[in-house]
Each structure stands twice: as structure tokens, then as C-alpha cells.
């Protein structure tokens, strides 16, 4: 879930859980808060492994970041940050499996 902040909020749930209609505020658990752009997130993109994100908070700046699990919590660390000149836009990224790009 984004925030306005520009944050990424990243829950756990089990899907029985998720989809019990009873009332319970156990339903989602908070497993990490991810920041790094000063605008909201418009676009994201990660590998199938989940192993490498890319991120743009305007069609003309991406960061590509990497995550981990460290107790319980997912974690991400910037590896790289891509800004392009204001006239071009990004269409199209690729992530290769090993996180280069």
C-alpha cells in the first residue's frame, strides 16, 4: 500500500484471513515501511524472484533498489537511480534476474 508521503507501506496476511468477512483487527501485520522518493510512487516493477525493484515517481527518474529479509522484515537498499532528460520518457524497463539493468 502507498502513502501519500511517498512510502510504501508492505503487509502480510494469510488469505483465509484476508478474506474473513468477521471483524477482526488481526486481519494484516505491518512487515516494513519503504522510503526513498520524495513524490508518490506512480510506477512499479520487480523481477519474479521479488529480489530487485524498480521504482518511478516520475516518468523521467527511476531508482532501482534491492530487497532483503533480515528478522521478519523486508528490507531494500538503492542500488542505482536513472534520471533522464525532461523532454523523453521512460516506456519500457527490463530488469535482468541478476539486478542489472
Same mark, same amino acid.
Given at each position: 500500500?502507498?502513502?501519500?508521503? !511517498?512510502?510504501?507501506?508492505?503487509? @502480510?496476511?494469510?488469505?483465509?484471513? %484476508?478474506?474473513? +468477512?468477521?471483524?477482526?483487527?488481526?486481519? *494484516? #501485520?505491518?512487515? !516494513?515501511?519503504?522510503?526513498?522518493? @520524495?513524490?508518490?510512487?506512480?510506477? %512499479?516493477?520487480? +523481477?519474479?524472484?521479488?529480489?530487485?525493484? *524498480? #521504482?518511478?515517481?516520475?516518468?523521467?527518474?527511476?531508482?532501482?533498489?534491492?530487497?532483503?529479509?533480515?528478522?521478519?522484515?523486508?528490507?531494500?537498499?538503492?542500488?542505482?537511480?536513472?534520471?533522464?532528460?525532461?523532454?523523453?520518457?521512460?516506456?519500457?524497463?527490463?530488469?535482468?534476474?541478476?539486478?542489472?539493468?
Amino acid at each position: 500500500m502507498q502513502h501519500y508521503s !511517498g512510502e510504501v507501506y508492505i503487509y @502480510d496476511s494469510r488469505l483465509d484471513q %484476508l478474506l474473513d +468477512t468477521s471483524p477482526t483487527s488481526e486481519r *494484516l #501485520s505491518l512487515n !516494513g515501511i519503504w522510503s526513498g522518493h @520524495d513524490e508518490p510512487i506512480k510506477w %512499479l516493477a520487480r +523481477t519474479a524472484n521479488g529480489r530487485y525493484l *524498480l #521504482s518511478a515517481s516520475h516518468p523521467t527518474d527511476l531508482t532501482l533498489w534491492s530487497t532483503t529479509r533480515i528478522k521478519e522484515r523486508h528490507t531494500i537498499k538503492k542500488r542505482s537511480f536513472i534520471a533522464i532528460d525532461d523532454r523523453e520518457k521512460v516506456k519500457f524497463a527490463i530488469v535482468l534476474m541478476n539486478g542489472k539493468h
